[in-house]
């Protein structure tokens, strides 16, 4: 599995300290892939915790009830956004950490289903590390359902929750694999994806919604951030630079 991963033994962490705006972070990822395809930059982490929003898959876009779940969003503080990926909506906010990994690579599509696999792992690994009881898989009833989410289990009630989505774009010459780990204050995820799914006609169980601290109280996004790095250096040595090197 390990031409899937960070193949580079370099990766370079960019912490981005405060959100451009729900759509320009969006398109300053794929930005940055255009940039690693074209040879500008090297593999890449870029870690930010974003601003409210709602990234809808393009197919719910074509649901009647689009434009009443955009207006829910909206009701409820969130932006509502159309990602170029597939998938459902997905919410995330500050208590979410995202995590844009982007890599130049020849071979970009080759590598594309493996991939999931391989990040799904890596960050199961990561919340292992700060006491979740972590697995990859999907869920019964989960929002933005797919085969790769990484869900933790309550211990007590043995009730599995989806507390990372990940969505990958893949060009000739890179890939950016997009992840988000909901952390912190789930309860507004949970409200305005339960409004958004109610207009686009979705069915889906809310309680599939949560974040890391409803499962282990007290962590919080900068120790998830701590692990993530922790575990990513066991795959590939990490060197950092600014934000502010990246012209954004």
Same mark, same amino acid.
């Given at each position: 599995?390990?031409?899937?991963? +960070? ?12 959100? %451009?705006?729900? @759509?320009?972070?969006?398109?300053? /990822?794929?930005?940055?892939? !255009?940039? @690693?395809?074209? /040879? ?14 709602? @990234? ?6 074509? %649901? ?7 207006? !829910?969003?909206? =009701? ?23 995590? =844009? ?8 599509? !080759? ?33 933005? +359902? ?7 289990? =309550?211990?007590?009630? /043995? ?13 000739? /010459? ?20 339960? =409004? ?18 409803? %499962? ?33």
């Amino acid at each position: 599995m390990h031409h899937a991963g +960070p193949g580079p033994r370099t990766l370079t962490v960019v912490r981005q300290e405060a959100s %451009l705006g729900a @759509a320009r972070d969006l398109e300053f /990822g794929l930005e940055l892939l !255009a940039k @690693a395809k074209a /040879g500008n930059i090297g593999p890449m982490l870029r870690l930010y915790r974003p601003a409210p929003t709602v @990234a809808f898959g393009q197919r719910d876009t074509r %649901l009647p009830g689009f434009e009443a779940a955009a207006q !829910a969003c909206r =009701d409820n503080g969130f932006e509502p956004l159309v990602r170029r990926a597939g998938g459902r909506a997905a919410a995330y906010h500050q208590g979410t950490l995202v995590v =844009d990994h982007i890599e130049p690579d020849a071979d970009a599509i !080759a590598g594309s289903k493996s991939r999931f696999g391989y990040f799904g792992e890596l960050f199961a690994e990561a919340l292992r590390s700060v006491g979740v009881h972590a697995a990859v898989g999907e869920i019964p009833g989960e929002y933005c +359902p797919g085969e790769y989410s990484v869900h933790g289990t =309550d211990r007590t009630a /043995g009730s599995r929750i989806k507390l990372v989505g990940t969505a990958q774009r893949v060009v000739a /010459g890179g890939w950016l694999f997009s992840s988000v780990i909901v952390v912190e204050n789930s309860a507004p995820i949970r409200k305005v994806l339960t =409004d958004s799914y109610a207009a686009l006609g979705l069915e889906w169980d809310p309680a599939t919604a949560g974040a890391v601290n409803d %499962l282990v109280p007290g962590v919080d996004v900068a120790a998830v951030e701590d692990a993530l790095l922790a575990t990513y250096a066991g795959h590939a040595t990490l060197t950092s630079a600014a934000f502010s090197s990246l012209g954004a």
